[in-house]
T-cell receptor
Framework: KAGVTQTPRYLIKTRGQQVTLSCSPI?????VSWYQQTPGQGLQFLFE???????NKGNFPGRFSGRQFSNSRSEMNVSTLELGDSALYLC?????????????FGPGTRLTVL | TQLLEQSPQFLSIQEGENLTVYCNSS?????LQWYRQEPGEGPVLLVT?????EVKKLKRLTFQFGDARKDSSLHITAAQPGDTGLYLC????????FGTGTRLKVLA
């Protein structure tokens, strides 16, 4: 079974631009969660989607948004990029979501904001 | 805000040594998970502990959940270079809070 895939793997943007990252979950998984990982703040939860609905959200500004499609693929968007948005963005899929469900992580998208 | 503090932050040891990593919080959790993340990859789940006082073993790794379900430890026996990575604990709550992480390097 193929794992979680994320595209692109690397991205360089400039301040003020916007970016869209993509995540394809493991086949059959209906929940996708997004995380931001930085050296200073560690791994922080952004949001979780299940069956095209945002079910859970972390403490990030509204510039960070996401969506999920009917095939469970998910995208996250960051608008008006800031230098501090430079990070590794990870997505994780699970069968049904929730803290008791096992999450499988993708390799991440490394975003650099110049 | 729930916080998960891990210690030590960094650990560099020789192959064959034993080590223990700690994950502490002031909050009670229904469960706690441990992950390992290697460079260029996402975290991989190692274990989930649910019951206070629970001990789980995964080969050379021993995980323990505190009696009060506020803390956990990960003990590695006879560490090997393949154990190198970032070890993360995660709370069993809907806010998916991860610990601050312990970066382990095992030298051959």
């Amino acid at each position: 079974k193929a794992g979680v895939t994320q595209t692109p793997r690397y991205l360089i943007k400039t301040r003020g631009q916007q970016v869209t990252l993509s995540c394809s979950p493991i086949s059959g998984h209906r929940s996708v969660s997004w995380y931001q990982q930085t050296p200073g703040q560690g791994l922080q939860f952004l949001f979780e989607y299940f069956s095209e609905t945002q079910r859970n959200k972390g403490n990030f500004p509204g510039r960070f948004s996401g969506r999920q499609f009917s095939n469970s693929r998910s995208e996250m968007n960051v608008s008006t990029l800031e230098l501090g948005d430079s990070a590794l963005y990870l997505c994780a899929s699970s069968l049904a979501g929730g803290p008791a469900d096992t999450q499988y992580f993708g390799p991440g998208t490394r975003l650099t904001v110049l | 805000t729930q916080l998960l503090e891990q210690s030590p932050q960094f650990l560099s040891i020789q192959e064959g040594e034993n080590l223990t990593v700690y994950c502490n919080s002031s909050s009670v959790f229904s469960s706690l998970q441990w992950y390992r993340q290697e460079p260029g990859e996402g975290p991989v789940l190692l274990v989930t502990v649910v019951t206070g006082g629970e001990v789980k073993k995964l080969k050379r790794l021993t995980f323990q959940f505190g009696d009060a379900r506020k803390d956990s430890s990960l003990h590695i026996t006879a560490a090997q270079p393949g154990d190198t990575g970032l070890y993360l604990c995660r709370s069993g709550t809907y806010k998916y809070i991860f610990g601050t992480g312990t970066r382990l390097k095992v030298l051959a």
